[in-house]
Nanobody, 122 residues
Framework: QVKLVESGGGSVQPGGSLRLSCTASGRPYGPYAMAWFRQAPGKEREFVAASASRKYYSASVRDRFTISRDRGTNTIYLQIDNLKPEDAAVYYC??????????????????WGQGMKVVISS
């Protein structure tokens, strides 16, 4: 059974930084791809960033978000800098065991974390 455990969410002032973490367990050889999505109130869940054979970013976050990965611990991180009000959302970690995907769509991911809230507050 695959399990994803997220940490690092919270309340941050505009312009501040945050580092989210997600550790996957349960696959003998680890996930092939791991990703971050987010869902703001009243909106669809959207792709943010992914790590597979290379890194993928949504165009809207490319300049401020950095995804990194520790394959030894099956952990991914999302460094978010210069936080803006529109970054407020529930952030979800996801994992996929599959090769050859696009890695930017929800349907390619088998398992999801519980989500954690990021609040932008001055």
């Amino acid at each position: 059974q695959v399990k994803l455990v997220e940490s690092g969410g919270g309340s941050v002032q505009p312009g501040g930084s945050l580092r989210l973490s997600c550790t996957a367990s349960g696959r003998p050889y680890g996930p092939y791809a791991m990703a971050w999505f987010r869902q703001a109130p009243g909106k669809e869940r959207e792709f943010v960033a992914a790590s597979a054979s290379r890194k993928y970013y949504s165009a809207s976050v490319r300049d401020r978000f950095t995804i990194s990965r520790d394959r030894g611990t099956n952990t991914i991180y999302l460094q978010i800098d210069n936080l803006k009000p529109e970054d407020a959302a529930v952030y979800y970690c996801a994992e996929s065991p599959y090769y050859g995907g696009v890695y930017m769509v929800r349907e390619e991911y088998d398992d999801w974390g519980q989500g954690m809230k990021v609040v932008i507050s001055s």
